[in-house]
């Protein structure tokens, strides 16, 4: 074996020489996201792994655009609750008020836009909330104001729905990858899978901690996309490794799966750069509605591209020879 390696030149990409610095890194990444998903979850003001957001609490979102002109006035949250507190919003039959004591405030593009996240309000309380707010506000942009109320038992359905697509996604995932490739591909595969989906997580539950953004429907849709695009990018160098072994059947099978690397690294980085462009664009001028979205993408694209090269490739040696 040894005398045939010799025939064979050897991978200009030695990425398996870097296996336990690549492992350390995913590991730490991976220590921060658990601990991450610990505190989220032990937060008494979430009690959830993620913060969660309105699609699946229920509840009323407002969201108000200040007609500011070129420069909008000085405007901090405290103000806006301290107005919230203030107003008395018109009651509802055999319903009890809504308190808006814990009101959510988010202050978006500068002060410009006005994201409240409250109880569920009826159509009357939510215009007495937009009405009470005019003297804090300002003027407000002619069909500036949107006023979206989901109730807690259609929240309790569509966390039910994602959590299902999810489940779901990923039992079909792992049911093709385990008949396309044999125990070891599989098994790679699907923790490439759960890494990428994990560290992604991770992130979004120390940005719901450190800067409350939450995780609604839209969160899942990322994760869908990102389990999808994860399995994709493993499965590419996977091929490139089985076709290596056929025809390099002399080298050993640490240079066989960094030769299938060094194939198809120049392939993995142009397709996750391909990727990023549109994703860059929207964080930047996609708006406030897709930017968290973009974001969960852009990280777990990123991520999905590291784990592929630096995760699988590396392991499969050492598990294969196990």
């Known amino acids: 074996m040894n005398l045939l390696a010799g025939l064979y030149p050897l991978p200009r990409f030695r990425v398996s020489r870097h296996r336990r610095v690549l492992w350390a890194m995913s590991s730490a990444a991976i220590l921060l996201s658990l601990i991450g998903i610990a505190i989220s979850w032990s937060a008494p003001s979430i009690r959830a792994p993620l913060r969660p ?143 990428d989906v994990l560290i992604t997580c991770g992130v979004f539950a120390w940005l719901g901690l450190l800067a409350g953004v939450e995780a609604n429907s839209l969160f899942a849709v990322a994760l869908l996309t990102i389990a999808g695009y994860s399995v994709n990018d493993t499965v590419v160098i996977f091929d490139r490794i089985r076709e290596k072994r056929r025809l390099l059947e002399g080298m050993n099978l640490t240079d066989q799966a960094d030769e299938a690397v060094t194939a198809t690294f120049t392939r993995s980085v142009y397709t996750s750069l391909t990727t990023l462009l549109p994703l860059v664009a929207l964080i930047l001028f996609g708006g406030s509605t897709l930017f968290w979205l973009a974001v969960a993408l852009t990280i777990g694209i990123a991520v999905g591209a590291w784990s592929s090269i630096g995760v699988a490739s590396t392991l499969l040696p050492v598990l294969s020879r196990r």
């Open 53 to 195: 957001g309105l699609d699946f609490t229920g509840g009323t979102q407002i969201q108000i655009q200040r007609d500011c002109g070129d420069r909008c006035g000085q405007l901090r949250s405290n103000q806006v609750r301290d107005s919230l507190n203030q107003i008395d919003l018109p009651t509802e039959p055999d319903t009890p008020e809504p308190s808006l004591a814990a009101a959510g405030v988010q202050l978006l593009d500068g002060g410009a836009s006005v994201l409240l996240r409250l109880p569920a309000l009826s159509a009357a309380q939510g215009q007495a909330v937009v009405e009470g707010l005019a003297p804090v506000l300002g003027a407000v942009q002619p069909g500036g104001v949107s006023i979206d109320t989901i109730g807690p038992i259609l929240g309790t359905r569509l966390l039910r729905s994602s959590l299902l697509s999810l489940a779901v996604s990923l039992v079909g995932i792992a049911l093709y990858i385990s008949l396309r490739y044999d125990r070891i591909y599989a098994f790679l595969a699907l923790l490439c899978l759960g890494h």
